[in-house]
């Protein structure tokens, strides 16, 4: 038996599911999507964005990769948010990192994994940016705040990006939203970096950011 068949079978009996609760669910689909929300996570297998908001296939538009990240030249995440913006005309767009996320903790300890090292410079120069906030804290508590941080980092970066200023200045509404899921209890923690207009772009930022506090510098240094 093919090793695969499972899979189909699982498919057959979901498809079958789907349509008895709902008659007509995938003909109405295969016509339009119009999903209000874009989630940007990591491509972590334990964080599948549809089952942890309980929506169902056509309700939010996806884009995943290691360490849910947004860089400036990144083609693949910008075309797909021009899409969602433009062509979906999304009203949420949620950046979403995990706890434990296995990219964050690499660029942490200077871990290789791989080609992913390139990519995940991206966290490093996080870490190293966000360094006095993360010092003087112990290794599992850096993990978790350098995956807060750069879920605050990500959401300032689609916030910059031309498709989203241009929406906003079209007067499209289009809030940006930074959460991070709990892989331990399944649960989704808002980050309050909320953006929804050029203009609250760098408060929101600020005031995100300041909840991680510096170490104090000591007298003199
Ligand atoms: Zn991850």
Same mark, same amino acid.
């Given at each position: 038996? =093919? *090793? ?5 079978? /699982? ?6 599911? &789907? *349509?008895?609760?709902?008659?007509? @669910? @995938? +003909? ?22 549809? #089952? ?7 309700? !939010? @538009? !996806?884009?995943? =990769? ?5 860089? =400036?030249?990144?083609? %693949? ?13 999304? +009203?949420? &767009? $949620? ?13 942490? /300890? ?10 995940? /410079? ?12 993360? &010092?003087?804290?112990? +290794?599992?508590?850096? +993990?978790?705040?350098?995956? *807060?941080?750069?879920?605050? *980092? ?19 509404? !289009? ?19 909320? $953006?929804?207009?050029?203009? %609250?772009? $760098?408060?929101? @930022?600020?005031?995100? &950011? ?8 000591? #007298?003199?240094?």
């Amino acid at each position: 038996m =093919n *090793e695969l068949q499972p899979l189909f079978e /699982r498919n057959a009996q979901w498809a079958r599911q &789907i *349509e008895a609760r709902q008659p007509g @669910f @995938f +003909e109405r689909l295969a016509r339009q999507q119009s999903p209000k929300y874009m989630w940007i996570g990591c491509a972590d297998s334990r964080v599948p964005a549809n #089952e942890i908001i309980g929506l169902d296939p056509g309700e !939010v @538009f !996806v884009h995943r =990769n290691v360490a849910n990240l947004v860089v =400036n030249s990144d083609l %693949n995440a910008l075309s797909t948010i021009q899409f969602a913006v433009e062509h979906l005309r999304v +009203e949420h &767009i $949620m950046v979403v990192g995990h706890y434990g996320c296995a990219g964050v903790r690499a660029a942490l /300890r200077g871990t290789r994994i791989g080609l992913a090292d390139n990519w995940l /410079r991206h966290v490093q120069d996080l870490r190293l940016r966000h360094r006095k906030r993360l &010092i003087h804290l112990d +290794e599992s508590a850096q +993990e978790d705040v350098l995956c *807060e941080i750069n879920v605050i *980092e990500q959401v300032g970066n689609v916030a910059l990006s031309t498709v989203l200023q241009d929406a906003w200045a079209r007067g499209q509404k !289009v809030t940006l939203h930074g959460w991070v899921y709990g892989l331990r209890d399944g649960l989704l923690k808002d980050l309050a970096v909320t $953006m929804d207009r050029p203009d %609250n772009v $760098m408060p929101a @930022f600020v005031q995100a &950011i300041k909840r991680y506090p510096r170490l104090a510098q000591p #007298e003199g240094a």
